[in-house]
């Protein structure tokens, strides 16, 4: 049985390709000799890997970073799976059969990971080495063990703990990944992430991979003027109401109408990722016109004061103030969360 197609939705994220583009070009060329990757972990933080994956390629990114197995396939859509790469490695026998029989290239993190990866036939791999994040990683004094040793390593790579502030961290790490680099045979080096980049050319060696400044984020100043907004969700009014002194508008009741208003019910809530910290603080913007919203935020729908859109009707599209390092002061979420809250009925 073929099913009808669904009717146009009341909700989209729109991705502005040519700004996503243009930040991972602004971002190779911060990264100097260095190349830039690109992190499309979480679905590329939300935004879409169909989305998203096209135009990093076509902008001329040749190196992906998913963190799940389960994301790989997904990417090697649109890229060759040896341009992909699996931050979290192989757990598993069969984890490391899947690298094999997809192509992709897992990021070895542990002694256990260089087992079962040369215990499946090794190859090509990447390696991850601990400079203080104690998360994943191997530590500088395991790099010596002959299973490492007989890796054969593409990219030795670190990941920065507190690059988005001024921390004397940021140069013991680099250090570290210097002197593990006198540890272990490899091809290249990498150790920036989108704050990283923006910490100089010390710290870019040979791959940069950034991720949330591809999206739009701005984890340091020296990156804003170089980054553009690339995701906008929208959301269109599907009811306007009028209001009279005392009527109150939500669950809770938590706004009370201080006098006759118009307001409009609008198709996005918290399952949509829009959530209910925005209750209160929030507004929607119809052409550069601020539309505040009023009581809480339900699961599917907002409810917005109208006062200064008098001409607004059911079907009118309004946008979300979504540039993330404004939106981030604005509500307890970081940019990253902002990004990857984002609902799946948004895409
Ligand atoms: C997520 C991730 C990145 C990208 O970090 P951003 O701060 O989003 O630029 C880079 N490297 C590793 C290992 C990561 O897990």
């Not at 930040?23 to 060329?29: E, G, V, Y």
């Not at 060696?205 to 804003?224: H, K, M, N, S």
């Not at 940019?335 to 990857?340: A, F, G, I, K």
Request: aromatic share 6%; hydrophobic share 45%; net charge negative.
């Amino acid at each position: 049985m073929t099913l009808p197609d669904p009717p146009e939705p009341t909700l989209r994220l729109k991705i502005d390709d040519a700004a996503l583009a243009g930040n991972w070009q602004s971002l190779d060329r911060l990264s100097g000799t260095a190349a830039a990757g690109a992190a499309v972990k979480a679905d590329c933080y939300g935004l879409g890997v169909d989305a998203c994956v096209p135009v990093l390629r076509d902008a001329g990114c040749r190196q992906f970073f998913v963190a799940h197995w389960s994301e790989v396939a997904c990417v090697a859509r649109h890229v060759p799976g040896d341009q992909i790469a699996v931050l979290h490695g192989p757990l598993t026998a069969a984890d490391a059969a899947f690298a094999r029989a997809i192509g992709a290239v897992p990021v070895i993190n542990s002694l256990h990971q260089a087992q079962v990866w040369q215990g499946s036939g090794g190859g090509w791999c990447h390696l991850m080495v601990d400079t203080g994040m104690n998360r994943l990683g191997m530590h500088l004094s395991e790099l010596s063990d002959p299973v490492v040793q007989a890796l054969t390593i593409d990219t030795l790579m670190s990941h920065l703990a507190s690059a988005d502030e001024d921390s004397p961290l940021n140069a013991q790490q680099l250090g570290d990944l210097r002197a593990a680099a006198l540890l272990i045979p490899h091809r290249r080096m990498s150790l920036a992430n989108s704050a990283g980049i923006a910490l100089g050319p010390d710290y870019a060696f040979d791959l940069t991979r950034p991720g949330l400044a591809l999206y739009g984020g701005v984890p340091r100043a020296g990156l804003a003027e170089h980054i553009r907004q690339v995701a906008i969700p929208e959301a269109a009014i599907i009811q306007c109401r009028s209001l009279s002194q005392g009527d109150t508008v939500g669950y809770n009741a938590t706004f009370t109408a201080p006098g006759p208003m118009r307001v409009g019910t609008v198709s996005l809530g918290y399952a949509d990722g829009y959530l209910r910290s925005w209750g209160g603080v929030g507004s929607l913007v119809h052409n550069g016109r601020r539309l505040p919203l009023i009581g809480r935020v339900s699961m599917d729908m907002v409810v917005v004061d109208l006062a200064h859109a008098p001409d607004l009707h059911e079907g009118d599209w309004l946008e979300v103030p979504y540039s993330l390092a404004h939106a981030a002061q604005q509500s307890p979420l970081s940019q990253y969360e902002l990004l990857t809250v984002l609902g799946q009925r948004l895409k």
